[in-house]
């Protein structure tokens, strides 16, 4: 059992030696806290205000998954927006499946609102492009991951890096529409979108739809051009250069060299477009409006091209040959486009043992203004009434070089009559032997005519001929009469000779002499002559003996009895 300090004053050991009288007792006082212990509770206290404070102000880690780690390091590399370092990389990771790197960063705290499935991250690099060279700076600097923030959204602390930067960030004015087209040309990301030639966007990215079929390409317009694209714009591809030749010459159409070489987009609202995809509204897309997709046509004729939206389908068979026709061939009406093919096929019947070549078209009916009573004219009877009348389908040529083909349609009054057969879901519009084949036609018609004739006989009678006129040619009586005629012809060249020698000269001398009396006798005969004057004297008096003799005569014929008697008084 232990002994307390009160036992132990009360009941002091004895000691033979001990004094008699009592040892003084201490007295313990409890006194306040001490001064002394105020300098750790401060430190205290002012440690868990920075540890609050610094756990506060703390910013989010992310994640953000790259190819490469290229110009990347811990503790080195900055994470930066709008050149603000905004956080920084804390450490670089390969991934588990050793195909990307793994980087951590850590963001100031104002930025843990920013983070959504909708940022992106890149690297900042120096980058030499067809639209360009960025990231110069880097050079000095090094390289930096590159921020832009979005709010839209779901939080999100783990992203997949972007390998090229983008052409724009989402604090840029401007909007972004959607061009679907069959291929993606020449186009490609930077290729610059034009609007009447100047560059007011560019293309912002491409991938293939979910189908296959087409190519989504995203194209950016800057504001405030952004307010020119309506429901009825119509974008077309501006890349390369648009070679044509046609019967006005030679059209060569290009907007840059730059387009030329990285490709490019143009757009314009043509004011003759009859029907639009996306509405009638002239009004620009409003700043939360869907865009929607827009078409992206091959050339500028093309998309300023009207268009209609009530379009039949019709099938012509053909018996020749249809090699030139493509699909997406246009179909002419008096030369005007009236559509275009859209297949073409090889079939075989059975029943006949025949090949035959139906040719589906589209064609828009909407094209051909009536004049009159439409009512009569609805839906296919127009086609009908035309067909009636001599309407034809004829594949003719649009060019001699390339051999190109196209379908023809006009009116033939001396066709055969005929009426819109029916061949499965379409119309069955007659045709007509193609001009090359009609030839073709008519070459084997005289063929075959030649073939009839009987040219073996005509060949032996041709031979008999031949040998006759031989054995005629070799004959000796044809040979004695060319002696003589030879022998003939010698005579009449000496005469000839004779002629030239001896009677020439005479001949010309008589011609002098009768000249020399046509002119003697010119002048015996003038007017002013001595016979011709007496001519005229002696025609005065035989016109008035003449007129002595018939008042003689008149008056016979009155007194008759003057014979006998005389003339009375």
Known sequence: MSETPSDRTASPPASLDAPSEPLPEALVRRGGVSLVWLIPLLALAIGVWLAVKTLAEQGPTIHIEFKTASGLAAGQTKVKFKDV??????????????KTVIVTAELKHVFA?????????????????????????TLLSGAFIALDPVTDGRPRRDFTGLEEPPLFTTSEPGRRFVLRAPTLGS???????????????QVAGYALDADGQAVSIEVFVSSPHDALVSPRTRFWNASGIDFSLSSAGVKVDTLSLLSVLIGGVSFDTPETIAATPLGASDQALAPGEDAGHFMLYSSRAE?????YARKERYLLFFDGSVRGLAIGAPVLLKGIDLGRVLDVQLQFSVEDAQFRLPVLIEIEPDRIAILGDSGKLEGQRMVERLVETGLRGQLKSSSLLTGELYVDLDVYPEAKPARVARHGDYGVIPTLPAQLEALTTQLANILDKLERLPLDRIGEELSQTVAGANALINSPELKRTLVELEGALVGARATAEQLNDRIAPELALTLQQTAATLKA??????????????MRR???EVSTAARSVRLMADYLERHPEALLKGKGR
């Not at 186009?187 to 966007?201: D, E, F, K, T």
């Not at 998309?303 to 268009?307: F, L, N, R």
Request: charged share 20%; aromatic share 10%.
């Open 113 to 137: 609102d920013f983070l959504t499935e909708k940022t992106r991250f890149w690297v900042e690099r120096p980058r030499v492009s067809a639209s360009g060279i960025s990231g110069l700076e």
């Open 303 to 307: 998309a300023y091209a009207k268009t």
């Open 521 to 534: 006798t010119s002048a015996t005969i003038s007017e002013n002559s001595a016979v011709s004057i007496e």
């Open 538 to 540: 002696m025609f005065q």
């Open 187 to 201: 186009l490609n990301i930077g290729s610059p979108v034009y609007y009447r030639q100047i560059q007011v966007g």
């Open 85 to 98: 370092e905004v956080g920084q990389v804390t450490a670089v990771d390969v991934s588990a499946d050793l």
